[in-house]
């Protein structure tokens, strides 16, 4: 199994970034899928994650309005567009693919994580 992210980079405050993450070798469909960051010198935390159907999201309360988590089960990709971003959004992004009942926020339940992706927003 393998989930690439990609789509990172250096932002203004104000500014938008898409991140995709690309699934292989899993059944990308029977998945809800997941967006985690990791700020420097902080934990890992939970910051969007979206149903196996595309027909449920949830969204952490510091991005909500700002982020959209989506997914193209025919592209075996999730997507998380962020939008009006500010500095304390600066973090490596992980996503990751959950095989459980429900979608949720705990890190423990996700069964893969992808590498991660640099997102920095400048003030």
């Known amino acids: 199994v393998q989930l690439q992210a990609s789509g990172g980079g250096l932002v203004q405050a104000g500014g938008s970034l898409r991140l995709s993450c690309a699934a292989s070798?899993?059944?990308?469909?029977?998945?809800?899928m997941g967006w985690f960051r990791r700020a420097p010198g902080k934990g890992r935390e939970f910051v969007a994650a979206v149903s196996r159907s595309d027909s449920n999201a949830d969204y952490a309360d510091s991005v909500k309005g700002r982020f959209t988590i989506s997914r193209d089960n025919a592209k075996n990709t999730a997507y998380l567009q962020m939008s009006s971003l500010k500095p304390e959004d600066t973090a490596v992004y992980y996503c990751?693919?959950?095989?459980?009942?429900?979608?949720?926020?705990?890190?423990?339940?996700?069964?893969?994580w992808g590498q991660g992706t640099q997102v920095t927003v400048s003030s």
């Open positions: 070798g899993l059944t990308f469909s029977r998945y809800h």
């Open positions: 990751a693919a959950d095989r459980g009942d429900y979608v949720t926020h705990s890190i423990p339940a996700y069964d893969y």
